[in-house]
Structures are given as C-alpha cells and as structure tokens.
C-alpha cells in the first residue's frame, strides 16, 4: 500500500469527511482490525460504488460511505434473515440517516440483481459464508462460483475486490469447514477468484496469528478475538493486460478481533 492511500485513510478515522462521529463500539474495534490499513489496500476514493458483501451492522459500510462521499455510493448487502437480527434494523436506520449515500440491498448471493458499474468490491470475514447455509437465518445453499462470476460482471474493469477471512488449514474443504468453523483456506479463495476472471494483484498477513489453532471453530471463546486473518486483493483485468505480480504487506505483530456469529459489524 502506498503511504497516501494509508494517510488519508488514518485522516478519515480519525476526522471523520461527513456523516459525524462513529459509534464507540466501531471504535472500540479498530484496534484489532486495523480499517485505515486495509482501506488504504482497497485504496477507496470520493465518487466511488462499493459493494459492501454482508455487511452485518454496518462497520465497513459506515467507514466506506465517509471514504466515497456524498458524490459516490456504498451498496451494503445484507439477507433478510441476517436483517432481522435483533437490534439490526435501528442500526441501519440510524447509519442510512447520517450516510444518505447509503443504499442497504437485502437478497442471496447469486439469485438477487446486482448494482452495476462497481469500482470496488469487499468481503469483510464474509467471503466463507458463500458457502454457508442455515434454515434459522433462511439461507439456502449457494454456489459460490455462479456469484462471483457474476460479481465480475457488474464491476469496471480496473475494479477492485478485497477479501479479509478467518483462515482455515491448508486442504480444508470450504462448505464443510465453512459449516464446522467458519473458515476458508485461503488458496480455495484465489481459485474461485481466478476462475471468476479475478487477478490477485496484493495480499498481507497485517492481521495474521501465528498462534491460532485452525481446527477450532472461530467463536470458540479459546481463540475468538484471536483468529488468523488473510487479506488478498484481487482485480477485474484491463482489457490487454498481462497478469500483474502480486505484492506483500506484513507486520509483526498480531491483531486479535471480536465478533458476534453470524451477525457481524
């Protein structure tokens, strides 16, 4: 990431463009997962489309409205099961009205349309739950190869897609680990990604665990807050481009994070 992406998103924490002051519990999270760092990533500009996959209470969805502006725009997707969560609906009634460029889209992931023209895209620990299904939450089984292409399709080519997850073993199957512990090996990720037309162009361990134990569920309270993250960055190709090399980021120290299953901020 370059130290201007990373500038102006520390800016934006911490003076906020537009919308007012964040709620103390967004706050209260940042610590642990580090949002300047990865919106510098994404690299959010003013005038933007984000799509915002499950956005759950609207943490990214809040931070990613002040980044585009009252000139862009942040679809934040949610389903009707997730969205009748206790306490959900007053959440996004009090950020749609202080984030008027905020449009909240309810439906499943490959069955419902999808806004068009996306400069960027993110998967905040939701990228997994492609492959996730619950008859409490009224998620059907999904497939996730059918959603990502069409994710492509409705973004600019340059576009943008960040993925941020829990990680699981190397080898792990995705929908049984998904339904086990809530985990995607990253190298399933980069598959379903290149063969959705995706190129990987970065990826970062900024939130990586070395102490986690990837056979435990990740709302376990031995490792919950303390889970392995991968971060990979992933775009829609220029027409003629060649296939760019992807670049690191790495720190060395662990950033734990806190969490609600399956309702997450």
């Not at 102006?8 to 949002?35: E, I, M, Q």
């Not at 990865?38 to 499950?54: I, K, N, S, T």
């Not at 023209?117 to 997994?128: A, E, G, K, P, Q």
């Not at 970065?202 to 376990?220: F, Q, T």
Request: charged letters at 20%; hydrophobic letters at 45%; proline letters at 9%.
């Amino acid at each position: 990431m370059t130290r201007g992406w990373l500038a102006t998103a520390l800016l934006l924490l911490a003076v906020p463009a537009w919308g007012g002051a964040r709620p103390p519990s967004d706050v209260a999270l940042d610590g642990a997962r580090k949002p300047a760092e990865m919106l510098a990533l994404l690299q959010v500009a003013p005038g933007q489309r984000v799509l915002d996959v499950v956005a759950g209470g609207g943490y990214y969805t809040r931070l990613l409205a002040d980044a585009v502006g009252p000139g862009g725009e942040v679809v934040a997707h949610s389903t009707e099961g997730l969205f009748a969560a206790p306490g959900m609906a007053a959440r996004w009634s009090g950020l749609k009205r202080s984030h008027p460029n905020v449009r909240l889209v309810l439906g499943i992931p490959g069955n419902m349309p999808l806004p068009q023209r996306l400069d960027r895209v993110l998967f905040h620990l939701t990228f997994h739950d492609l492959w996730w299904e619950s008859a409490a939450y009224r998620i059907p089984q999904m497939e996730p190869s059918r959603f990502l292409k069409q994710l492509h399709s409705a973004m600019v080519p340059g576009g943008a897609v960040l993925v941020i997850d829990h990680r699981a073993r190397a080898g792990a199957q995705p929908r049984a680990e998904t339904m086990a512990r809530h985990r995607v090996d990253p190298a399933v990720v980069k598959a379903e990604m290149a063969a959705a037309g995706f190129r990987l162009t970065a990826e970062s361990d900024l939130l990586a665990n070395p102490g986690d134990d990837l056979a435990r569920l990740v709302y376990d309270p031995a490792i919950r807050g303390q889970t392995s993250r991968f971060v990979l960055r992933f775009v829609r190709p220029l027409p003629g481009f060649s296939r760019p090399l992807a670049c690191r980021t790495s720190s060395r120290s662990d950033h734990p994070r806190t969490a609600a299953e399956p309702v997450r901020q």
